[in-house]
């Protein structure tokens, strides 16, 4: 048994002031974006115009945090001098700017200068943008103020790129078929071709003063040699319409319409059609090494091969205004969501691992619960129902009462109870898996708007206006309790404690006691023992009790333009679901199963990802004084970590990784190449010494070849998204380096 530093265990500071929300379903089935840009490898920025949202990657596009949402002008197009300087532009002459990665944004909006729909900055100082209306304007203060300048369009005229190669020469290209050059600085512009007026630019690219390329409509592609006085159309092996395209060296991929993608290994000599999917992709881009994303209809994609290839890096979730909320167990839950007008489909979402990551898994509706078992039901408008037996990994959908089911409660797979209202309001049960529904509450028409049971007999329902119920025969029948200010939840620890929206019982419910800390609209409480409990506003504001609920202190914050459904406790997090389709987590408490951390290798550096008070081993045994997130390794030996986090909460110890330090340091101690994170999740980084081209070959562990790659340069992300849990050897064969590494796939 390992022996904690006691600095260990007494730096582990209060769990409330750590708490914070993420947000865990970032990308949604109607997210558009216009823009992408990768920084890094890893970091990369987009923009969600419909959902008028700015989004981070820190990992090549696997997760997403979502910096700005709900943007009063929908963003359009982004420019990063940085990791962390950037100007975004968008709708009503918006402009948003960023010093430290959209944390925080300065915004401003110019509504005379239309819809921006590109920006490009020569340096810190010195950028253009041009707007739908055909406008472009400059800036010399890095994009604080803006004057607009002579480009000689008509207001039906929209600019769709521009691009400077210095201070004084730049172009810009219309979807109404121009093509503008400027030799001050952007402060006129005059026409250059001629080429097909028909075609209706989309983007742009100069390599220098005489050698451009442009894509558009209709997959037209038009190259020139001599600055744009003339224009040659290039075959590109595609009639689709490409709406964008990125440039690294003499590589140059497109995108557009209807999956198509178009790739040039000569600086746009010849083409090549690759179709990716079905949607339609808006946008593309690519770093040095080859790694890129592409901004697709409710997805992005990754590639790591210069955009030869593509794999799904992110799927988003439905667009849905979430309104229930139930897990089998801490790892399994779903999200029900419905349908109204402005965009919103009904959906259900389902998470396998407590909540970090969820999939959409058919068509929604109002209310939803699952048993232990994995037995549950759904139901919605109009009497849509559906159960299984799986956790809602399949389901069959059958006829259910014909009123809004709000909320269900299944017993097991024959027995279930729904609840709704108001026309035909009330509840009904089954004992037949819903070939036949029996309306064992009817008061006239009522709403109730949630179910809960201790057990198969002891149950209560409540409703919005007021309306308390409570059964002791499974819902056969249901008992009247005294009327209430109305509530949308109920939740009762033991046979005789309970509590709804701002009420409390000690009598199973005969009597109640009104509590004057939760907020006036609660949509979700719930209790962990008979002190602690949680209450959830539908701003997100979640309020802490520890004496049964007498009295209530803020412990989490509320959720900009959140509109919350339903929130449920798994496993010391908070789980809610609001509209739009977003789902976010926050830590409360500990887990009853210790999480893992990962570790990254960089030579001798040692990083861990879990935030905390760490503690190093080598070889099994506490390094003194090794308490950072990041650890210098002094001698070999195999080395691990564990974590306490803000919550006093105690990490398993992470996988062991080996370091190996030889008398001459080398960035490269075993072979030619490296790999971290190692372990790796999703993807690592490897990196070599040599540039050439080589040949990353994947084997298991016996022997089988599971992955191959071709890489070139120095770096290169290498997906592992698709392969099982377990150790794999790493072979790398170029003309002058050839090796092997052990990685870890979690």
């Given at each position: 048994m390992r022996t904690f530093l006691t600095l260990l265990l007494s730096a582990a500071l209060t769990a409330n002031s750590f708490a914070q929300w993420e947000l865990v379903t970032p990308i949604k089935t109607c997210s558009e974006f216009d823009a992408v840009e990768m920084v890094s490898d890893v970091l990369g920025y987009a923009v969600d115009k419909p959902m008028g949202a700015i989004l981070r990657t820190f990992d090549g596009g696997l997760r997403w945090?979502?910096?700005?949402?709900?943007?009063?002008?929908?963003?359009?197009?982004?420019?990063?001098?940085?990791?962390?300087?950037?100007?975004?532009?968008?709708?009503?002459g918006a402009v948003y700017r960023?010093?430290?990665?959209?944390?925080?944004?300065?915004?401003?909006?110019?509504?005379?200068?239309?819809?921006?729909?590109?920006?490009?900055?020569?340096?810190?100082?010195?950028g253009?943008?041009?707007?739908?209306?055909?406008?472009?304007?400059?800036?010399?203060?890095?994009?604080?103020?803006?004057?607009l300048m002579q480009s000689g369009q008509s207001t039906n005229n929209y600019f769709t790129a521009i691009q400077f190669l210095d201070t004084e020469t730049g172009y810009a290209s219309c979807a109404?078929?121009?093509m503008l050059k400027s030799v001050d600085g952007g402060l006129t512009w005059q026409g250059v071709g001629p080429f097909d007026q028909l075609v209706l630019m989309r983007d742009l690219h100069f390599y220098d003063t005489e050698v451009?390329?442009?894509?558009?409509?209709?997959?037209?592609?038009?190259?020139?040699?001599?600055?744009?006085?003339?224009?040659?159309?290039?075959?590109?092996?595609?009639?689709?319409?490409?709406?964008?395209?990125?440039?690294?060296?003499?590589?140059?991929?497109?995108?557009?319409?209807?999956?198509?993608?178009?790739?040039?290994?000569?600086?746009?000599?010849?083409?090549?059609?690759?179709?990716?999917?079905?949607?339609?992709?808006?946008?593309?881009?690519?770093?040095?090494?080859?790694?890129?994303?592409?901004?697709?209809?409710?997805?992005?994609?990754?590639?790591?091969?210069?955009?030869?290839?593509w794999t799904v890096r992110h799927e988003g979730a439905w667009h849905t205004k979430l309104n229930k909320l139930s897990f089998m167990d801490p790892d399994t839950g779903v999200a029900?969501?419905?349908?109204t007008t402005g965009g919103f489909e009904a959906?259900?979402?389902?998470?396998?691992?407590?909540?970090?990551?969820w999939s959409k898994a058919g068509g929604g509706g109002l209310g939803v619960h699952m048993n232990a078992a994995g037995d549950g039901c759904l139901g919605g408008g109009s009497g849509a129902f559906a159960k299984t037996n799986n956790g809602f990994f399949t389901r069959t959908g059958i006829n259910g009462p014909n009123v809004a089911i709000r909320c269900t409660w299944t017993f097991d797979a024959s027995t279930m109870i729904v609840a709704g209202g108001a026309v035909a309001g009330g509840i009904y049960r089954t004992t037949n898996g819903g070939s036949t529904w029996t309306r064992v509450l009817d008061v006239g028409n009522i709403t109730?708007?949630?179910?809960?049971?201790?057990?198969?007999?002891?149950?209560?329902?409540?409703?919005?206006?007021?309306?308390?119920?409570?059964?002791?025969?499974?819902?056969?029948?249901?008992?009247a309790l005294p009327p209430t200010s109305g509530s949308h939840t109920v939740f009762f620890i033991d046979e005789l404690r309970g509590w709804t929206k701002q009420h409390r019982t000690t009598d199973g419910g005969d009597t109640w006691t009104t509590m004057g800390g939760t907020p006036q609209t609660t949509m979700s409480i719930f209790f962990t023992d008979t002190d602690t409990g949680y209450a959830v506003a539908s701003s997100g504001q979640v309020v802490k009790s520890e004496d049964g609920g007498i009295t209530w202190e803020n412990v989490l914050p509320e959720i900009l333009n959140a509109t919350v459904g339903d929130a449920t406790y798994v496993d010391g997090w908070i789980i809610l679901a609001a509209n739009n389709g977003d789902i976010f987590r926050a830590q409360v408490g500990c887990s009853s199963v210790a999480e893992t951390p990962e570790v990254s290798v960089d030579g001798q550096l040692l990083c861990t990802n879990f935030p905390g008070e760490a503690q190093w081993f080598r070889n099994g045994e506490a390094v003194d004084g090794a308490t950072e997130g990041c650890f210098e390794a002094e001698t070999g030996g195999l080395y691990s970590v564990i974590v306490v986090d803000a919550f006093g909460c105690t990490s398993a110890e992470s996988v062991p990784v080996q370091v190996l330090i030889t008398s001459a340091p080398d960035a490269f101690p075993n072979t030619s190449f490296r790999t971290f994170p190692n372990p790796a999740r999703d993807a690592f980084r490897l990196e070599r010494a040599n540039a050439g081209p080589a040949l990353i070959t994947i084997m298991d562990a016996q022997g089988r070849s599971v992955l191959e790659q071709q890489v070139g340069g120095t770096s290169a992300m290498i997906d592992i998204n698709t392969l099982d849990a377990g150790m794999y050897l790493i072979r790398v064969v170029g003309a002058t380096d050839e090796g092997t590494l052990r990685v870890v796939k979690e």
């Open positions: 945090e979502r910096m700005a949402n709900n943007l009063g002008n929908s963003p359009t197009a982004i420019f990063m001098w940085d990791a962390d300087r950037g100007v975004v532009v968008g709708e009503g960023t010093n430290d990665g959209f944390s925080t944004i300065t915004g401003q909006a110019n509504p005379t200068f239309g819809e921006l729909r590109c920006v490009y900055f020569a340096n810190d100082t010195l253009w943008a041009g707007s739908v209306t055909g406008k472009i304007v400059r800036s010399t203060d890095g994009g604080a103020t803006w004057t109404g078929g121009e451009g390329v442009a894509v558009g409509s209709a997959g037209e592609v038009i190259r020139t040699t001599n600055g744009g006085i003339t224009w040659d159309s290039i075959p590109s092996s595609t009639t689709y319409t490409m709406l964008d395209m990125d440039v690294q060296g003499d590589v140059i991929v497109a995108c557009g319409a209807w999956g198509r993608t178009i790739r040039s290994e000569d600086a746009g000599l010849t083409w090549t059609e690759i179709q990716i999917g079905a949607s339609e992709h808006q946008s593309v881009s690519l770093t040095p090494n080859g790694v890129g994303i592409l901004g697709t209809n409710g997805r992005i994609q990754g590639t790591t091969d210069m955009g030869q290839t029900v969501g419905y349908q959906g259900l979402m389902r998470t396998t691992d407590g909540g970090r990551n109730i708007s949630d179910l809960w049971f201790l057990d198969e007999l002891q149950g209560y329902a409540v409703g919005e206006y007021g309306d308390n119920y409570r059964t002791a025969d499974g819902g056969v029948t249901w008992q």
